[in-house]
């Protein structure tokens, strides 16, 4: 009997293990085929409020992680509550509350997700102490008074105390206190008052007993191949030994001197400190003297879009000094009809005569072959570059003598060929404050030209004899450009410019002849007006001459497509455009009524190169077309025949 109960007791627990593993297996089996199912797609992200809304919910969307994903994940859900919760935190609201609601559609398998906030008390900044600054002297110590970052009253905000905090340290180093840092236990210390809705900010420093001087400073170049001699990096150090030390000193010299052709970084190191006395190194390594690369462009001659290709050879240490020379040989094509090459070299001469001037001078010797004419060109420009100051309207003045010898060929005149010897004597004032070079987002661009044509050739015509031609003009031209962020991460821009230019001819003689097409305002085009080809609008009797007055400008509302994706479409952009403005024979003939207009949109993907951008204009009103015909709609049959061109340029518009 015994055994018999023994018997069942034991196959009851065989069995049982059976059932367990075949559990285990089958769960293990199941696993794959669960996660095969499709994860349900994100539908809606909502925020509900109990309560007042501080923040609009794009804000609250960038907090979180599943705004950039494109399935639904419990983990993020998780993650994105404590986001919210830190993201509150940092803006003063120390007791949100954050819950979540999930509604899952089985049969659409898409989920969505409700954050519940309740954003309760917003904490106000009650005082700001410095600890560890008693012994500075009073004409700093006022510095770090005059610090208003952050007052009293303010709403609490993480960011902006961190930026307080790294202005007083700053101003600090700036002012001989090389070692000024935070403690490192008690740097920042907030104290909560929750019964006042307040809080106290204590940033506790050190390393504030000593003021340092700067010392001698010794240049390593390391791997020295070309002999770089050392008087080269050692003239772009802007402190000097015994000076208080400065921080913003020692970088503006670490940028100075990397900004020399030839050296690729630098850093300066306290190498030796005596008393308060420290010695520097200045660590240097090089870049390749020689560069030999192929390059590719996009330009406008005369309002047409040209593709350029080359090849571009570089010296970065030419003459063994801080000067480069650049030697270019490019062809630029628009049609088999259309083209230009031309071959160049370029001597650029940073602090020439003073720190902030460059010297830049071009030799050219091309050809182009237009519509109108064909020449052969020898040509120098030669340009000072004046840099005013960051913090003045004009941030830099441009003095340009440019001098072309000139063999034309032209096919509409009676003349045939024509030798000209031409040159512009020009200055240039310019402020630019925009944030970005290929496509700026926010900022206001303006410059203003004034120049002369004809001094330099009348003085040496002589030499020529009779057959050398010149012109006489004065020259004016503006251009002006804003950009405003309608987006948070400048997703959506409104771009706008303006330019205006008139030239003026002067004086007559057996010489001097009309200003040439070269030299003249144009337009039509993938930079002009889009809803005309290059060169094709102008109130004028031959308009691919060009004309004397110009008035031309656009808005243009920009945004990227697709801009929380990832991969091909993340680079993808479109654009709505107005064109306006037209060409005159001179500012005489100027009338408000033949202002032309062109809409129409636009395609844009960014490269590495800037936007590839098409854009597809409509003439919306053309004043040179006959009555009757000159609005978009007069006659709408013949829109896509008359009234529309494609454009391709690379770059934005303007």
């Known amino acids: 009997m015994q055994r018999n109960q023994t018997g069942i007791i034991i196959y009851g627990k065989i069995r049982m293990y059976v059932i367990f593993l075949f559990v285990f297996f089958a769960g293990l089996i199941s696993v ?83 954050f519940k906030i309740t954003e309760n008390k917003r904490y106000k900044l009650d005082s700001a102490i410095i600890t560890g600054i008693d012994k500075i002297p009073t004409e700093t110590l006022g510095k770090v008074r005059r610090i208003y970052t952050i007052k009293k009253g303010d709403n609490y905000n993480k960011v902006l105390i961190l930026q307080y905090g790294n202005e007083i340290l700053d101003t600090l180093q700036n002012n001989g206190y090389m070692n000024a840092r935070y403690k490192i236990d008690s740097g920042t210390v907030i104290r909560r008052y929750k019964e006042r809705g307040s809080v106290t900010v204590e940033l506790n420093l050190e390393g504030t007993d000593t003021i340092y001087y700067f010392g001698n400073t010794t240049i390593n170049i390391k791997d020295n191949e070309y002999g770089v001699r050392t008087e080269l990096p050692a003239e772009e150090i802007t402190y000097k030994e015994g000076e208080i030390y400065s921080k913003a ?114 030799l050219s010797i091309g050809f182009n072959n237009v519509e109108n004419y064909k020449n052969y060109f020898l040509a120098n ?112 821009v409104l771009a706008t410019n303006i330019k205006i230019g008139d030239i003026i001819e002067y004086g007559a003689g057996e010489n001097i002849v009309p200003v040439q097409p070269p030299y003249k305002f144009f337009s039509g085009g993938s930079s002009s007006l889009r809803g005309w ?74 490269l590495f190169i800037g936007p590839i951008r098409f854009d597809f204009g409509f003439k919306l009103y053309d004043p040179s077309a006959p009555e009757g015909e000159q609005w978009l709609f007069d006659n709408p049959g013949r829109i896509f025949k008359d009234k529309f061109a494609i454009q391709f340029g690379i770059g934005q518009a303007f």
Request: net charge neutral; glycine share 8%.
């Open 249 to 362: 000193k020692k970088l503006d010299s670490e940028r100075n001197i990397a900004k020399i052709p030839i050296i690729s970084s630098a850093k300066l190191n306290p190498a030796e400190i005596t008393g308060s006395k420290v010695n520097f190194t200045a660590d240097i390594t090089l870049n390749k003297k020689n560069e030999l690369t192929p390059f590719i462009k996009g330009s406008n001659f005369e309002n047409r879009f040209y593709l350029g290709a080359g090849l571009r050879y570089l010296n970065k240490y030419f003459l063994s000094g801080n000067r480069t020379l650049m030697l270019e040989l490019e062809g630029d094509f628009h049609s088999t009809d259309i083209n230009r090459t031309e071959f160049s070299a370029t001597v650029t001469q940073p602090h020439f005569l003073r720190r902030n001037i460059t010297l830049t001078d071009k």
């Open 381 to 492: 420009l030669t340009t000072l570059n004046y840099f005013i100051a960051p913090h003045t309207f004009y941030n830099n003045a441009y003095l340009d003598l440019n001098e072309e010898l000139i063999w034309i060929k032209f096919d509409t005149i009676a003349t045939g060929r024509q030798t000209q010897f031409n040159s512009i004597l020009s200055i240039t004032f310019e402020h630019d404050n925009t944030n970005n070079l290929l496509a700026p987002s926010r900022g206001f661009y303006h410059s203003v030209l004034i120049g002369n044509a004809g001094l330099l050739p009348r003085l040496v015509t002589g030499m020529f004899g009779k057959s050398v031609f010149y012109s006489q003009f004065f020259k004016f031209y503006t251009l002006n450009k804003a950009y405003f962020s309608l987006a948070r991460k400048d997703n959506t």
């Open 32 to 114: 794959p085929f669960a996660f095969s199912q499709d994860m349900p797609e994100i539908d809606e992200i909502e925020f509900k409020f109990t309560g007042g809304q501080t923040f609009d919910n794009s804000q609250l969307k960038d907090a979180i992680a599943l705004s950039k994903s494109s399935v639904f994940n419990l983990n993020l859900v998780e993650g994105d509550i404590g986001k919210l919760k830190k993201f509150y935190f940092d803006n003063g609201f120390f007791d949100v509350e954050v819950d979540t609601s999930i509604r899952i559609d089985r049969e659409e398998s898409e989920a969505s997700i409700t």
């Open 533 to 606: 080809n290059a060169k094709g609008n102008g109130m004028l009797a031959n308009k691919i001459n060009g004309g004397t007055f110009l008035l031309e400008g656009s808005i243009e509302l920009r945004r990227k497509l697709f801009p929380d994706a990832e991969g091909f479409t993340s680079a993808l952009g479109g654009a709505l455009f107005l064109d306006y403005g037209n060409v005159w024979e001179t500012h005489k003939d100027f009338r408000v009524s033949q202002i032309a207009m062109a809409v129409g949109f636009g395609v844009r993907y960014d």
